[in-house]
């Protein structure tokens, strides 16, 4: 940049807005001191500058706090996550009716040892529980083993249905869950602005 | 704005406390609204958007920077959120063709501003809010939100040489309606 060629508009504006090279804004401001019709525009612009950072402040014409805390407090969760989240549960529910045939018979059959007097010595008790364990297991051994007999017994359509159901409510399950992180993971993303 | 007691705020909304996010909404919703009222030049439409700008402030507060100071964050925020709106209602390319062509004057002249200080204040209002969006947003990047070029460009999907022109005529056009006698 020499003194006798002018700084373009640009070079002006990027040298006040400060993004000009080291360089390049040396030079710009070597020009300046020796050029006064450059001089007179930079001042121009940078008039113009401070015009535009006279904007004053106005609050918005109603409070806007009561209205966001009042969103906040009712979807502390977001709505998508909520449904999911009844979806799900609904699921594992019927999961566990269509289940229950199987593990019912352990339930009933369970039988807790008892927990012997304190008379006994620590080893005497723990030998008494470890044989209520073994007899505990081995009667809920049989009724699943009678259970498992009584469902192969059982009418062929529940046989044939049953599963059908177990294996949609899972896939069911399994997609749910993948529409979950894959909105998470859409809700994580930051704004990408779009051309304006 | 004090800055100590922005992170207390923020690590208090992290811990559940919803009223401490509504103490940081009270601090900084005149500024917020601000940049929307700016950039979108309507004041019902800038308060909606102001306050869905605190509500993602919300859900991302997760991701922010407590030692970083919360107003640029939240005032950046809601620029991205009402470019975004800006966007959906962009005019068409020959319509802004004609409002560059619209500016009378020679580009290389910039005339003394008119009128006393409440003039100017007054006329920097109306002139911003008569400039076509893309060339309010450029102004309020900039000159409100203190953004290098290359952080406009990114943040306005352009090039820098992009963002230098559409600075230079939008400074152009404020010139210009500054210092009308009208």
Known sequence: MTETKHLSDLEIEALLDEALEAGAAREARAHLAACGACSRRTAARARLFAALETWEESPPSYDLTPGIVRRLSHRRMPLGLSLATAVQAGLALLIAVLAWPLVAPVFSSLQIPTIPGLELGFSATLAAQAEGLLLASEAALQPLLDSADAWLRMAPQWMTLSPAIVAGALLVAVLGNSILLAGDAAGRRSVRLRRL | ?182
């Open chain 2, 1 to 182: 704005m004090d800055e100590a007691s922005d992170r207390l705020l923020v690590q208090r909304t992290r811990g559940g406390d919803v009223n401490a996010f509504g103490e940081l909404a009270q601090r900084y919703q005149t500024s917020v609204f601000s940049v929307c009222y700016r950039l979108l030049g309507d004041s019902a439409e800038a308060e909606d958007l102001a306050q869905e700008a605190f509500l993602r402030a919300f859900r991302r507060l997760g991701s922010f920077d407590v030692e970083r100071p919360f107003g640029p964050w939240m005032r950046r925020l809601a620029a991205n959120l009402c470019l975004n709106t800006l966007q959906q209602r962009r005019p068409t390319p020959a319509e802004l063709d004609d409002e560059v062509d619209d500016v009378p004057g020679d580009p290389r002249e910039m005339p003394e501003l008119a009128g006393d200080r409440a003039e100017v204040v007054q006329r920097v209002r109306s002139g911003l809010l008569r400039l076509p969006d893309r060339y309010r947003a450029v102004i309020e990047l900039r000159h409100y939100q203190d953004m290098s070029y290359d952080e406009m460009a990114a943040a306005l999907g352009i090039g820098v040489g992009e963002v230098r022109t559409r600075l230079f005529r939008a400074r152009r056009m404020m010139a210009r309606w500054l210092t009308d006698d009208d």
